[in-house]
Each structure stands twice: as structure tokens, then as C-alpha cells.
């Protein structure tokens, strides 16, 4: 597997990324690449078929912007798919329409462009083992259905949660999937990486 990671420009405040990192002491699969963000576009590389998983917020977000000129897919429509998989709290797929992975978002939102003060999660937040099972969904979506190869990891729109998802995903990429011949690509959560 190689792993790319791309430069975040809506970086967040750094942070103890390494968290879980250090808790756990694991090895890390190391980055094949550090693209600067204007190397990597997660619009173009939706039209060129990569997997795209991101997360189910819509409005002025990445997500959205993806949705709308990546795949095609109106807000009006992001917003009937978001709500079932909000609601379950279960990641979804949109193949074979799509080459596009949806994991749960807390709260509701919606096209226009707000987020309403309903909490899916009753205020508690989406658990680490809930965590990996969305994002275990997301790769076996891949394994299973869509098999591109190249996949996109977008979780910029989780804000300081997405700390949390890049730490889990990578230690799931890590134990589970370091073998499989995939381009992975996900954003930093500070660039940090990028730092002497």
C-alpha cells in the first residue's frame, strides 16, 4: 500500500496528533508522498474514479463540494442520502452510481446550509469502536464492491474530530490492510509534516 498524504489548507490547531500513536505503539505505515494541497484534487480525482469517503455533512463543506462537482449530485439529493445514514448511524455507499462512501455525522444537517441542533449521538459523540466500524464499512465497500484501488480518505470537515478518524484509520490501514495494492490518499489533520 502506499499512503499519501496531502496538505490541509483549512489546517486545524495543532494539536497531540500522536495520541494514539503513542498510546498504542504500534508501527506506522510511512507516507510514500507529502503532496502539497495544490498537487491533489479530491474533485478531479472523483471524476477519475478514485473512492472518495468522506463523511455525511452537507452545506459549505468539502463533502458538498465533492458531491456537487465531483460526482454531479445536487444538494437537494446529498440531503435524501445523508439522512438515512445519519439517522442509522451507518456508513453508506452509493455504488455502482457512484464511487462514493458516506460515513455517519452526528448532527443533522442540511442543504441549507446549517447545522440543526439535533445530535444523533445524544450529545455523546460517536464511540471509537463506532469509529472503526464506519470506517471498516468504508474499506469493505472497497474490498468487496468497488475495487478502484485508489481511495481517498476526506475528513476535513470533522474539524478537531478528524484527528481522531485519521488516527483510527491509519492504525486500521496498518494491521489489517498494509499488504493490499491500494493508492491511499488523506488529508493532514495540522500539517505538522510538513514542519523541520
Known amino acids: 500500500m502506499k499512503l499519501h498524504l496531502i496538505k490541509n ?11 494514539l500513536d503513542d ?9 510514500a508522498s507529502l503532496l502539497e494541497d495544490n498537487e491533489f484534487n ?34 437537494p439529493e446529498q440531503e435524501r442520502f445523508i439522512t438515512p445514514i445519519n439517522t442509522k448511524k451507518e456508513t453508506g455507499t452509493l455504488f455502482p452510481k457512484y464511487k462514493l462512501t458516506i460515513l455517519p455525522y452526528r448532527y443533522k444537517t442540511s442543504a441549507f446550509m446549517n447545522v440543526d441542533k439535533y445530535d444523533y449521538t445524544n450529545g455523546k459523540g460517536f464511540t471509537r469502536d463506532e469509529v472503526m466500524v464506519h470506517i ?17 480518505f476526506d475528513f476535513r470537515d470533522l474539524g478537531e474530530d478528524m484527528l481522531r478518524y485519521r488516527n483510527l484509520l491509519h492504525l486500521f490501514l496498518t494491521e489489517d490492510y498494509k499488504d493490499y495494492d491500494w493508492e491511499v ?12
Open 9 to 19: 489548507y483549512e489546517s486545524n490547531k495543532l494539536q497531540n496528533k500522536l495520541f
Open 23 to 31: 498510546f498504542l505503539k504500534v508501527q506506522r505505515l510511512p507516507y
Open 42 to 75: 479530491v474533485i478531479k480525482a472523483a471524476k477519475n474514479g478514485f473512492h472518495i469517503i468522506s463523511v455525511a455533512f452537507i452545506g459549505l463543506t468539502n463533502f458538498s463540494a465533492v458531491c456537487q462537482y465531483g460526482f454531479g449530485i445536487e444538494q
Open 136 to 152: 471498516k464499512d468504508a474499506i469493505i465497500a472497497e474490498t468487496d464492491y468497488i475495487k478502484s484501488g485508489k481511495l481517498v
Open 185 to 196: 490518499f488523506m488529508y493532514s489533520f495540522d500539517n505538522s509534516e510538513w514542519k523541520i
